[in-house]
T-cell receptor, first 114, second 110 residues
């Protein structure tokens, strides 16, 4: 099993550009998450999904959108990129509720907005 | 909502000594407290977790203690080794999400 995979690994965007961060898991997990990690900070939840077709906002959803059309894929869309979105983005998944189940993380995407 | 505070932000210990990282939380309804380790440039990985019906849990050189009355929990690493160097994150559950501490950078001095 590949676990959780993310693409791209690195990306530089200009202010105002858009992009989609891809996330795929092959563990048949229902729950998936997108986090951002800023230097010296913990993980902040952007969006999460409890199953195909169901998504909800986390702590810091502004400037992002998600969709979940399949169990495996959970892409994160950035519209009109801003310097404040410079961060490392992690996708994660869990078999069940995050309150009792291990979260498995992808390798991360390092995004710089200039 | 839940707020998780983690201390210290950086901890430097001599190889072979013990390390203790502490977290406090605000939501008295929280029941699940995991600890994740993130090595430099890598993804976070779960190393140990504890649920509110347990006061202490051990796994070889690592242990976690929980004091629900005081709303704090701690990670203990004994006989530290170079491979313990990493950033450690605590978290607490709230409203079906995990709220994360800011992390502790653990440095093991040879």
């Amino acid at each position: 099993n590949a676990g959780v995979t993310q693409t791209p690994k690195f990306r530089i965007l200009k202010i105002g550009q858009s992009m989609t961060l891809q996330c795929t898991q092959d563990m048949n997990h229902n729950y998936m998450y997108w986090y951002r990690q800023d230097p010296g900070m913990g993980l902040k939840l952007i969006y999460y999904s409890v199953g195909a077709g169901i998504t909800d906002k986390g702590e810091v959803p502004n400037g992002y959108n998600v969709s979940r059309s399949t169990t495996e894929d959970f892409p994160l869309r950035l519209e009109l990129a801003a310097p404040s979105q410079t961060s490392v983005y992690f996708c994660a998944s869990s078999e069940g509720r995050p309150t009792y189940n291990e979260q498995f993380f992808g390798p991360g995407t390092r995004l710089t907005v200039l | 909502g839940e707020n998780v505070e983690q201390h210290p932000s950086t901890l430097s210990v001599q190889e072979g000594d013990s390390a203790v990282i502490k977290c406090t939380y605000s939501d008295s309804a929280s029941n699940y407290f995991p600890w994740y380790k993130q090595e430099l440039g890598k993804r976070p990985q779960l190393i140990i977790d504890i649920r509110s019906n347990v006061g202490e849990k051990k796994d070889q050189r690592i242990a976690v203690t929980l004091n629900k009355t005081a709303k704090h929990f701690s990670l203990h690493i004994t006989e530290t080794q170079p491979e313990d160097s990493a950033v450690y994150f605590c978290a607490g559950d709230s409203n079906y999400q995990l709220i994360w501490g800011a992390g502790t950078k653990l440095i093991i001095k040879p």
